[in-house]
């Protein structure tokens, strides 16, 4: 499980800050070619950081703490 250390999610105010975090927290990730192509369309899709977050994880099979 990852415990993302974020009180504030509006600190995500684009895609490159996103992807940043995940290059960082969850490495490989950009070899998911499906993660790769989903979290554009989803942050274009208005989701919140921690879904797109959430979603890359459990791609990866792991998941955000509570």
Known sequence: MIRPNVRDWTRFDDLDTLTEWLDTHVPGWLSDHVAQLAVPSMWEGHQHPK????????????KIAA
């Open 51 to 62: 879904a797109i977050i959430g979603y890359v994880l459990s791609r990866h099979g792991m």
